[in-house]
């Protein structure tokens, strides 16, 4: 999908930088703007439809926390069943976990057991693809599980960090890149 340049400049406007968070030399993509203006959050939302149109897949996995809003409206808007991809320790059920690396630390991913049946067809969202860490340990958390990654969805790619090739071999799709 391609998106207009206008429809790019517009929802880039309304993506804050905060340097320095959440530690010294990062700069932080904030998409809150995005979401606090309504016509913006539904245009990215009806921009991410488009995108993922002729895609199969049973199910969206959003990524916490941002992929959880974008995914989950996505899913909804789609008539798909939402499944979270919560930080360790936040899931109340039994859980299958990812360790993985961000460009200022480390963390895990956890989903439900039973949260997909295997051989699912799945569709991982989240706000932003920075290194591709956490996209990858999503994408491992649906292959444990016995599901197939049908495609991964980004609001923002931060190509200067290149985290798209930590994901060859999936199909990878962002509405913006700065």
């Known amino acids: 999908m391609s998106i207009s340049r206008n429809n790019a400049d517009e929802l880039l406007s309304r993506i804050r930088d905060i340097k320095d968070y959440p530690k010294q030399g990062i700069i932080f993509k904030d998409v809150t703007p995005l979401l606090k203006d ?9 921009m991410l439809v488009k995108s993922v149109s002729g895609m199969h897949f049973d199910y969206v996995i959003g990524i916490e926390a941002r992929g959880f809003i974008f995914g989950s409206a996505l899913a909804y808007r789609l008539g798909k069943g939402f499944i979270p991809a919560r930080k360790k320790g936040k899931l109340p059920y039994s859980v299958i976990s990812e360790e993985y690396s961000l460009e200022y630390g480390s963390a895990a ?27 990858l340990a999503a994408a491992r958390l649906v292959e444990k ?13 931060l190509k200067a960090l ?8 999936y199909n ?7």
Not at 162 to 169: A, E, I, M, N, T
């Open 38 to 46: 309504g016509g913006a959050f539904k245009k990215s939302v009806e």
């Open 109 to 135: 991913l956890d989903i439900h057991t039973d949260a997909l049946e295997k051989g699912s067809a799945i569709l991982i969202v989240d706000d932003l693809l920075a290194t591709g860490g956490t996209a």
């Open 145 to 157: 599980a016995g599901g197939v990654v049908a495609g991964m969805a980004f609001v923002v790619e």
């Open 162 to 169: 290149d985290g798209r090739s930590k994901l060859h071999g």
């Open 172 to 178: 990878v799709i962002s509405l913006l890149s700065c």
